[in-house]
């Protein structure tokens, strides 16, 4: 089976402009919050320097990425070696994530009930539609792909493993977050994605609100080929159950399996159907 992977960002200033946008620019100092640990938040935004495509990061790519000054960021690669949420490579002299890290995650992928019952769903529908069938949920300005079921029988799948980042305003996930937010909510993320890229805005908009009267009108929003030329995808938030948080069912493939009738006429009707056949699980437990 061949398998399409996402193109890699080469900008390592990503993370400090998403740290921006999202936060404001005194989100890792805490600006003038006295509840707020700067420390602990040096540290987590340290973690969350690595991405999937770096094996190894130095203090000095660590300290381009968070804005740090890089004495700061030694002192905080070594207690965070030390706790084992990093591993030091003595020949490198660079960093790569530890197994405590791996154990945060594993924790909450394993806890999360709607998953549980997710998943037989979502394979059954990515079989059936020779696709692949996620969910995911917000991650500052960008969607995080928490599962992914995909078909037995396709030649050729879209790759997502859990942990993938994917934009929120050209992906049928991202769009399908939007669609489940409430209206002030929607709004302060529309802004910040507008403030992050101004130059695509007026396009991104666009396609936002026609996703929005989609959903309105259909249940579920498309991207056809939005985000790349070359996939198509329908998606449907879940809306939260008991405390969890907001997640987003989607189904995508390359836009030469997955036609645009297709998701409008079939796979999106039966993407309504499976997340509120989640829903009406989860709302049992």
Same mark, same amino acid.
């Given at each position: 089976?061949? *398998?399409?992977?996402?193109?890699?960002?080469?900008?390592?200033?990503?993370?400090?402009?998403?740290?921006?946008?999202?936060?404001?620019?005194?989100?890792?100092? +805490?600006?003038?919050? @006295?509840?707020?640990?700067?420390?602990?938040?040096? +540290?987590?935004?340290?973690?969350?320097?690595?991405?999937? @495509?770096?094996?190894?990061?130095?203090?000095?790519?660590?300290?381009?990425?968070?804005?740090?000054?890089?004495?700061?960021?030694?002192? $905080?690669?070594?207690?965070?070696?030390?706790?084992? %949420?990093? %591993?030091?490579?003595?020949?490198?002299?660079?960093?790569?994530?530890?197994?405590?890290?791996?154990? $945060?995650?594993?924790?909450?992928?394993?806890?999360?009930?709607?998953?549980?019952?997710?998943?037989?769903?979502?394979? *059954?529908?990515?079989?059936?539609?020779?696709?692949?069938?996620?969910?995911?949920?917000?991650?500052?300005?960008?969607?995080? /792909?928490?599962?992914?079921?995909?078909?037995?029988?396709?030649?050729?799948?879209?790759?997502?493993?859990?942990?993938?980042?994917?934009?929120?305003?050209?992906?049928?996930?991202?769009?399908?977050?939007?669609?489940?937010?409430?209206?002030?909510?929607?709004?302060?993320?529309?802004?910040?994605?507008?403030?992050?890229?101004?130059? *695509?805005?007026?396009?991104?908009?666009?396609?936002?609100?026609?996703?929005? @009267?989609? /959903? !309105?009108?259909?249940?579920?929003?498309?991207?056809?080929?939005?985000?790349?030329?070359?996939?198509?995808?329908?998606?449907?938030?879940?809306?939260?159950?008991?405390?969890?948080?907001?997640?987003?069912?989607?189904?995508?493939?390359?836009?030469?399996? $997955?036609? !645009?009738?297709?998701?409008?006429?079939?796979?999106?009707?039966?993407?309504?159907?499976?997340?509120?056949?989640?829903?009406? *699980?989860?709302?049992?437990?």
């Amino acid at each position: 089976m061949n *398998e399409i992977s996402d193109s890699a960002m080469t900008d390592d200033s990503q993370h400090r402009l998403e740290l921006t946008a999202s936060f404001g620019l005194d989100a890792v100092d +805490g600006g003038k919050d @006295r509840q707020f640990v700067t420390a602990l938040a040096r +540290g987590l935004e340290v973690l969350r320097c690595f991405k999937p @495509r770096d094996r190894h990061l130095g203090n000095q790519d660590i300290a381009e990425r968070t804005g740090l000054p890089k004495p700061t960021v030694s002192r $905080l690669t070594y207690t965070l070696t030390r706790m084992g %949420y990093l %591993y030091h490579d003595e020949k490198l002299g660079k960093y790569q994530l530890g197994t405590g890290v791996l154990s $945060l995650g594993f924790s909450l992928l394993t806890n999360m009930d709607v998953l549980k019952i997710a998943r037989p769903l979502m394979q *059954e529908l990515a079989d059936y539609s020779h696709t692949v069938v996620s969910v995911g949920t917000r991650d500052r300005l960008g969607m995080i /792909y928490l599962d992914g079921r995909h078909s037995t029988e396709a030649t050729v799948s879209l790759r997502r493993e859990p942990g993938t980042r994917v934009p929120i305003a050209t992906t049928a996930m991202g769009r399908a977050l939007l669609c489940g937010l409430s209206e002030a909510e929607r709004d302060q993320l529309m802004d910040d994605i507008r403030r992050r890229n101004p130059a *695509e805005w007026t396009t991104h908009k666009a396609g936002i609100e026609q996703s929005l @009267r989609d /959903y !309105q009108e259909r249940g579920f929003c498309l991207s056809i080929g939005d985000w790349r030329s070359d996939v198509n995808a329908v998606g449907v938030p879940m809306l939260p159950i008991a405390g969890s948080r907001l997640l987003t069912f989607n189904c995508a493939a390359p836009s030469f399996v $997955l036609r !645009q009738h297709m998701l409008e006429d079939d796979i999106g009707p039966r993407l309504v159907n499976l997340v509120r056949t989640i829903e009406a *699980e989860a709302a049992r437990y």
